[in-house]
């Protein structure tokens, strides 16, 4: 069964530091890995896709990379505000289980002004 | 503007008691999903259903229940079997493909606490 780990699990920064979160997975049988984002008692807010053919995936000052061999993904947030205080969510779909996705737990991020 | 709607928002229930939470979408969908989150975890997947009159389990179905009978709703019925049922439950929905480039869409999730 696919497991999927996020470390650390909370992460504080002064603003202007650059971020870097973690996921790793046990199974590199994957269609895709999708990073999300949490606000405190909201939903999740999709921010980059990664297909099982790709590398990375860039949206403004989000990159996220894609190792399958290794079963791990890293989300880097450039230059981080304030406002990207929240709870980032790493997410995979494995070819065995087509639409479901395993998520980890999740990284905590705080920035501080 | 399309997204998927869930309410409500915040429920509160006694022991005993079925409720259920509502997922409505106007994204014109195929595949919707429940999932639940509890503190500390990630989320875990309930049901999920890919046509309309057609759902499968996840890997916590025990207590809860489903209906298709629409391709916008997919209501979530939290039973009385369900023996802990507090959480936060969130429902998404995505159109399949076979690119497996399908971003899922999530509602703003419907707060449950047993009183």
């Known amino acids: 069964k696919q497991e999927v780990t996020q470390i650390p699990a909370a992460l504080s920064v002064p603003e202007g530091e650059n971020l870097v979160l973690n996921c790793s997975f046990t199974?590199?049988?994957?269609?895709?890995l999708q990073w999300f984002r949490q606000d405190p008692g909201k939903g999740l807010t999709s921010l980059l896709l990664i297909q099982s053919s790709q590398r990375e995936q860039t949206s403004g000052r989000l990159n996220a990379s894609l190792d399958k061999s290794s079963g791990r993904s890293t989300l880097y947030i450039a230059a981080s505000q304030p406002g990207d205080s929240a709870t980032y969510l790493c997410a995979v779909m494995t070819t065995d289980s087509w639409g479901k996705l395993q998520f980890g737990a999740g990284t905590q991020v705080v920035v501080t002004p | 503007d399309g997204g998927i709607t869930q309410s409500p928002k915040y429920l509160f229930r006694k022991e005993g008691q079925n409720v259920t939470l509502s997922c409505e979408q106007n994204?014109?969908?195929?595949?919707m999903y429940w999932y639940r989150q509890d503190p500390g975890q990630g989320l875990r997947l309930i049901y999920y259903s890919q046509i309309v009159n057609d759902f499968q389990k996840g890997d916590i179905a025990e207590g809860y229940s489903v209906s298709r009978e629409k391709k916008e709703s997919f209501p979530l019925t939290v039973t009385s079997a369900q023996k802990n049922p507090t959480a936060f439950y969130l429902c998404?929905?995505?159109?399949?493909?076979?690119?497996?480039?399908?971003?899922?869409?999530f509602g703003a999730g419907s707060r449950l606490t047993v009183l």
């Open positions: 998404a929905s995505t159109r399949p493909g076979d690119s497996g480039a399908n971003v899922l869409t």
């Open positions: 994204l014109n969908h195929d595949a």
């Open positions: 199974d590199s049988a994957i269609y895709n």
